[in-house]
């Protein structure tokens, strides 16, 4: 067989597997076995030298034809390849975005801090501050400025959880209203202030009680201000939070910070007043103390009690919470289970 022959044969194979492969590795590896150094149309070149001087040029220019050809087969083809490659990933990758999406569960405040959040809110529209403490205080302000000194008797009722003789859990946020007192210039008009917090009571756990919950402390104190601004604020904020159908009284009381001192109950929702085991048969719960603020209280903060005097108030969120949804057991708010929880999601 001539060069000649050879050399078309090589060719003809090489185009023949060029079209048979559909695959860019496997094309380059035919690049590289037909036209590389060790290929068939190199070797096959190197028996020019043993043609005649007037064949030469001729076969050598064949060979390079055929090069050339190979070189732009597989230059085709490997554009082809590429593009069916993209084709196929195109139409792979498709969207359809008529599927419906994943559903992504949004979490949402806790009941309880969604009614702090709204009473809040409210006192903001009427022109209070909001300022917040610390829940471990000094024994100072959460007693000693609120009217009970050490061996005060009323100190009872609200035992907390020491941390030092003088440094404890705070049992209520009423300390917040000396903290305000001592700071407030009276020079630049009265105070109006609220302060949403948790505080610490080592109370047993029962169905309305648990050692840790939450008050909202309310204060006013300014020139004339009466117990009917009391009542009337009061009033305001009931109806706002539980709507005209749920009625509420005063009941006199007393708190060493407060005198005269009064405890205000709502309508119970498990019976709506007539009486049942959730309000111990009385058709109210208590809600909130309130009362006009000790002149003591103003004293020891080192404001003068003959110009001024207001009236004070600390609600109550998990009552509020307990009566505004029904919920028989204030601690089924700390048991964090998402069943339960997710039943107050207000966003719709
Ligand atoms: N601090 C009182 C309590 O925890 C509530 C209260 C606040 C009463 C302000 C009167 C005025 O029981």
């Known amino acids: 067989m001539s060069l000649k022959e050879d050399l078309t044969q090589i060719k003809d194979q090489g185009l023949a597997e060029i079209a048979a492969t559909d695959d860019l590795k496997a094309l380059n590896d035919i690049r590289v076995s037909l036209l590389g150094k060790k290929g068939p149309i190199t070797t096959a070149l190197r028996g020019i030298r043993d043609l005649s001087p007037e064949e030469r040029p001729q076969v050598g220019s064949y060979?390079?034809?055929?090069?050339?050809?190979?070189?732009?087969?597989?230059?085709?083809?490997?554009?082809?390849i590429e593009a069916k490659e993209l084709a196929q990933k195109l139409a792979n990758e498709t969207i359809d975005v008529t599927l419906p999406g994943n559903q992504v569960r949004q979490g949402q405040p806790h009941v309880i801090q969604q009614i702090i959040d709204e009473v809040v809110d409210l006192f903001i529209r009427m022109g209070y501050q909001v300022l917040v403490g610390p829940e471990v205080e000094e024994d100072k302000y959460?007693?000693?400025?609120?009217?009970?000194?050490?061996?005060?008797?009323?100190?009872?009722?609200?035992?907390?959880?020491?941390?030092?003789?003088?440094?404890?859990?705070?049992?209520q946020t009423s300390p917040m209203q000396a903290r305000t007192l001592e700071k407030h210039n009276f020079?630049?008009?009265?105070?109006?202030?609220?302060?949403?917090?948790?505080?610490?009571r080592r109370d047993t756990d029962d169905p309305t009680h648990s050692h840790q919950f939450h008050q909202i402390e309310g204060l006013v104190?300014?020139?004339?201000?009466t117990m009917s601004d009391l009542k009337g604020t009061l009033a305001t904020m009931i109806h706002e939070i539980f709507g005209t159908?749920?009625?509420?009284?005063?009941?006199?009381?007393?708190?060493?910070?407060?005198?005269?001192?009064v405890e205000?109950?709502?309508?119970?929702?498990?019976?709506?007043?007539k009486g049942c085991d959730v309000c111990k048969h009385t058709g109210w719960i208590e809600v909130l103390?309130?009362?006009?603020?000790?002149?003591?209280?103003?004293?020891?903060?080192?404001?003068?009690?003959?110009q001024f005097g207001g009236f004070a108030f600390g609600i109550g969120p998990d009552r509020f919470a307990m009566l505004k949804y029904g919920?028989?057991?204030i601690r089924d708010f700390y048991l964090d289970d998402v069943r339960f929880l997710n039943q107050f999601d207000r966003r719709g």
């Open 187 to 200: 020079e630049d008009g009265g105070l109006k202030m609220i302060s949403p917090g948790i505080v610490y």
């Open 289 to 306: 103390g309130a009362g006009m603020v000790h002149p003591n209280v103003l004293k020891m903060a080192g404001v003068d009690s003959d």
């Open 245 to 261: 159908k749920f009625n509420y009284r005063l009941r006199p009381s007393y708190f060493p910070f407060t005198e005269p001192s």
């Open 63 to 80: 060979a390079n034809t055929i090069r050339d050809e190979l070189t732009t087969e597989i230059d085709a083809r490997k554009q082809a």
């Open 221 to 225: 104190v300014d020139k004339n201000i």
């Open 327 to 329: 919920v028989s057991d």
């Open 142 to 171: 959460n007693f000693e400025m609120m009217n009970l000194p050490k061996d005060h008797p009323a100190r009872d009722m609200q035992d907390t959880f020491y941390l030092t003789d003088d440094i404890l859990m705070r049992t």
């Open 264 to 273: 205000v109950d709502v309508t119970c929702f498990n019976c709506m007043g």
